[in-house]
């Protein structure tokens, strides 16, 4: 079982960046797949990023392709989200997820574990 503790959300200005951490407890950390995911008010949560055990292999979703790096640092249990560019419509509540399996999906349903989330608001 692994517990996730995310930080670093905030307000920020179109354009802006800011990035998030995503701290797991446990030391089994470098067996889980890690994703990012994100709910807006009255929107379905959505798939914003994955990485794979290693960290060799990472996945975005298309609204965030080339704006949002995703890595991690199995020494410190640590999962991290760089988002640059920030637009309006990236304002939502983000929450990151580990995943026990060994194929990195986009499949909220795939990830057991969740985090309480941090809000991101972007302002125009």
């Known amino acids: 079982q692994v517990q996730l503790v995310e930080s670093g959300g905030g307000l920020v200005q179109a354009g802006g960046s800011l990035r998030l951490s995503c701290a797991a407890s446990g030391r089994t950390f470098s067996s889980y797949v890690m994703g990012w995911f994100r709910q807006a008010p009255g929107k379905e949560r959505e798939f914003v990023a994955a990485?794979?055990?290693?960290?060799?292999?990472?996945y975005f979703a298309d609204s965030v392709k080339g704006r949002f790096t995703i890595s991690r640092d199995n020494a410190r249990n640590t999962v991290y989200l760089q988002m640059n560019s920030l637009k309006p419509e990236d304002t939502a509540v983000y929450y990151c997820a580990a995943n026990s399996g060994v194929v990195v999906t986009r499949t909220p349903g795939r990830y057991a574990y969740w985090g309480q989330g941090t809000q991101v608001t972007v302002s125009s």
């Open positions: 990485i794979s055990r290693s960290g060799d292999d990472t």
